[in-house]
């Protein structure tokens, strides 16, 4: 029967039964679950209202909390009945919808095929029209001079370009239309169980739905383009598993592995979560690899146990072992943050005050501080740090054996997952992160709506400087740090946000796209290494890589132009 009467009815909306059903709700639901969401709506309004007195205020929650109260034991009374008829009806639906999904589709697929047959016919005209038009030319223009006849021949082929790229644009149209429609009708159907649930979703109907979404929206073209870079690295990793037991290296796709990839990616998460930001502007930082050095070997210096060797301008070499363990360390990182912050505030003011782009006051910054630590510590490592300290810090935790090999979790990794979070909560849930998209988007644009651009410019740069400074201070729990630590740290933090999808035009990309990017220039560092791949044609991979990254960047940019 419901098969039959989609026949004729080609909407849920259309069926007598289902708008039945959804008066009926509507009026169980009206004074009952209804009214609630109303009157608490209403009473946070009256909370908010700074023209009512106190008085006033209490008065109308009093009011409002009563139909609350009476609102609520509606809802409990008909919460039976309510249940069972929306049940009943979403049944209902669901066999009304198969009907009518069934004959959108055969109706738009019958229209697809209209199109495509039209549209070769179309095509073979055209292709007759242009070679009619190639031989009138050619006779018209038989005796003219050579290069006449063929800027006459450049115009014919163009205007049969033209023809077909027309023709194939409408095609197109008419095929995305009757898409878009069988996925409407699937839609409509979901809205409507929504509707009779009192808005409850449902987990298999919402994946169904976003599957539908993505295949009826689905371009090979678009699919290549934004995820090109990403299957071709996907492959070479493949390529690296499968080499790596042939060539000896034994087995790269291991627990202990991937740990370690992990804990070598900790430390630069903080460094491209930090030029993330600048980046989004439009922007780029080449004073990472110094700010890390500038941090590495304060904390160096202070958690160094007993004497350091290393003389700062004539000043030390200090003792701080006299000091309390638990001093020392924020001490550490309080310092690492704050000489770190100073610096990128002082480029992030060039930029944000005279408009100089970043390259310029970061590549100045970057020599400030390059010379200053070389000149301070006449390049003397600072020697490795307390091991106890360096234990609780950077450490491992051991989990346990598996599979005859000692399996141990890095310490490092936890600070990291936490950097990332509080990176994605500034960028997605503040109203500084919307206005970080707005500025890097279109900065004139933003400055109209009444964003300070300065404002917002010179706290993404002390944004970064904060994020530097924690993942210097923690660098030195990995390395022995000197004025050398972190030399071209800053290409792979910039290559990592590029590769992670944020754009160089500024104003799109996702912090999560920056943490994929750090795990996957990390792993491919590291699959070379392990592989026994020269370092020098390692930089090689990560130049073509990069390359590759901006290209696809800069052809999706130019085609949304």
């Known amino acids: 029967m419901a098969e039959n009467k989609a026949q004729e009815i080609l909407t849920i909306e259309e069926d007598k039964r289902i708008q039945q059903y959804t008066e009926e709700l509507k009026a169980l639901r009206e004074n009952g679950v209804t009214k609630a969401a109303d009157c608490k709506i209403q009473m946070d309004a009256v909370k908010k209202n700074k023209l009512l007195d106190d008085a006033d205020r209490a008065r109308e929650l009093a009011r409002l909390s009563a139909e609350l109260e009476q609102a609520k034991a509606v809802a409990a009374q008909n919460k039976e009945k309510v249940d069972a008829l929306s049940k009943e009806a979403v049944a209902y639906v669901n066999s009304v919808a198969k009907g009518i999904e069934a004959a959108v589709v055969e109706k738009q697929n019958k229209r697809m095929a209209g ?29 003219a001079d050579p290069q006449e006849l063929k800027s006459e021949l450049a115009i014919a082929d163009y205007e049969l370009k033209s023809a077909l ?56 073209s678009k699919f290549f383009l ?61 004073s990472v690899g110094r700010m890390v050095a500038l941090g590495s070997v304060t904390t160096g210096l202070i958690l160094h146990p007993g004497m350091n060797i290393v003389s700062f ?83 491992r935790w051991t989990l346990g054996v598996l599979n005859g090999e000692l399996i141990t979790f890095p310490k490092l990794i936890i600070p990291a997952v936490i950097a990332a979070i509080i990176a994605w909560i500034i960028w997605n849930k503040t109203t500084f992160g919307k206005n970080m998209y707005a500025v890097g988007g279109n900065a004139e644009a933003a400055a109209v709506s009444g964003i300070s651009v ?34 071209g740290y800053e290409m792979d ?60 960047d800069s052809i999706k940019y130019l085609k949304k132009k």
Not at 118 to 142: F, H, L, N, P, S
Not at 350 to 361: D, G, Q, T, V, W
Not at 370 to 392: E, N
Not at 534 to 551: E, M, P, R, W, Y
């Open 313 to 395: 301008m004539g000043m030390g070499p200090w003792d701080f072992s006299g000091l309390p363990m638990a001093f020392r360390v924020i001490m550490a990182l309080v310092l690492s943050v704050l000489f770190c912050t100073f610096f990128a505030t002082f480029s992030g003011f060039f930029s944000a005050k005279l408009k100089m782009h970043p390259f310029i006051s970061t590549l100045g910054t970057q020599l400030i501080i390059y010379g200053l630590l070389f000149f301070g510590t006449s390049g003397t490592p600072v020697g490795s740090i307390d091991r106890g300290i360096k234990d609780l810090i950077g450490g």
């Open 165 to 220: 790229y027309d023709a194939k644009s409408r095609f197109t149209h008419q095929i995305d239309q009757a898409k878009a429609a069988k996925n409407q009708v699937f839609v409509d159907h979901i809205q409507k169980n929504r509707e009779l649930r009192n808005g409850k979703t449902k987990f298999s109907e919402d994946m169904v739905m976003k599957w539908r979404n993505y295949t009826t929206n689905f371009k090979a």
């Open 493 to 552: 933090a910039i290559a990592a946000c590029v590769v992670g999808g944020i754009s160089f035009n500024g104003g799109i990309g996702k912090i999560g796209g920056a943490v994929i990017g750090v795990i996957i220039f990390t792993s491919l560092t590291y699959c070379l290494t392990f592989l026994g791949i020269d370092t020098n044609l390692q930089f090689v991979f990560k130049g073509l890589i990069i390359l590759a990254a901006v290209s696809l």
């Open 115 to 143: 199109a495509k047959a039209y549209y070769e016919k179309e095509v073979a005209q055209i292709k007759a029209d242009g070679a009619k038009r190639r031989e009138e030319v050619q006779k018209a223009y038989a005796s």
């Open 226 to 286: 934004a995820n090109g870079l990403y299957l071709a690295i996907l492959v070479f990793f493949i390529v690296c598993i499968i080499i790596a037991p042939m060539r000896g290296a034994g087995n790269l796709l291991t627990l202990p592995n991937i740990f370690t990839i992990l804990e070598q990616s900790s430390t630069r998460m903080f460094y491209a979560l930090g030029v993330a930001g600048l980046i989004l502007l439009a922007g780029t930082d080449l």
């Open 454 to 487: 300065f404002k917002v410019t010179l706290l993404v740069f002390m944004m970064a400087g904060i994020f530097y400074g924690c993942g210097s201070f923690l660098e030195a729990f990995r390395a022995n740090a000197s004025a050398g630590t972190g030399q």
